[in-house]
């Protein structure tokens, strides 16, 4: 029903910034919120930053997003934005956009193919 896709990923040197984005299509009307987030090697696929789709606009980040990365959005355009300043190696990782859908008895998750970021020097 909802189709994702990533871009604005790359390699960039360790406090600089890049600006990923996440277009939506489809049942966009059902979109309750949308999210990033990003998984390393060896690792879990773990939060990043995620805002509702409603009015409002409800954000909430990863404690080590915070200060550092801006989710914002645009419902006209159905694209959602993370700007990411001061990247550190440890941003590293496959960035994945997420949208919820939410029904009376369980969330829905949707995915995008992710994109990568590499933070070194």
């Known amino acids: 029903q909802v189709q994702l896709v990533e871009s604005g990923g790359g390699l960039v040197q360790p406090g600089g910034s890049l600006r990923l984005s996440c277009a939506a299509s489809g049942s966009i009307y059902s979109i309750y919120a949308m999210g990033w987030y990003r998984q390393a090697p060896g690792k879990q696929r773990e939060l990043v930053a995620d805002?509702?789709?409603?009015?409002?606009?409800?954000?909430s980040y990863a404690d080590s997003a915070k200060g550092r990365f801006t989710i914002s959005r645009d419902n006209a355009k159905n694209t959602v934005y993370l700007q990411m300043n001061s990247l550190k190696p440890e941003d590293t990782a496959v960035y994945y956009c997420?949208?919820?859908?939410?029904?009376?008895?369980?969330?829905?998750?949707?995915w995008g193919q992710g994109t990568q970021v590499t933070v070194s020097s």
């Open positions: 997420n949208a919820a859908i939410t029904t009376p008895l369980r969330v829905y998750n949707y």
């Open positions: 805002i509702t789709r409603g009015s409002g606009g409800s954000t």
